[in-house]
């Protein structure tokens, strides 16, 4: 169901009661749909996907060929010739 602003900012304990009972509720500001009240166990599924780095930290976790990349990586860029490498160390 969806709800203008006004009328979900004045019914806010009724819909987040309908929301714990199962229902989602849709929240519309000057006629498009602005967010959406779901149940917080479910709210991993509404989150909108990280964006910029965060979107990569996820994935880089699981990659168990991660250390050998990055030290062939490492290597590499120690090979170039086009430009010195920095001390990181």
Excluded: C
Excluded at 1 to 19: G, I, N, Q, T, W
């Amino acid at each position: 169901m969806v709800f203008p602003v006004a009328e979900a900012k004045r019914r806010f304990s009724e819909l987040l009661d309908r929301v714990e009972h199962g229902e989602q509720i849709l929240v519309s500001r000057r006629g498009k749909l602005a967010v959406a009240l779901v149940r917080a166990r479910n709210a991993r599924d509404a989150r909108a996907a990280p964006i910029g780095l965060a979107a990569v930290a996820g994935a880089l976790s699981d990659w168990r060929e991660l250390p050998r990349v990055t030290d062939e990586i490492y290597a590499a860029r120690r090979r170039a010739k086009d430009r010195a490498v920095p001390d990181l160390e």
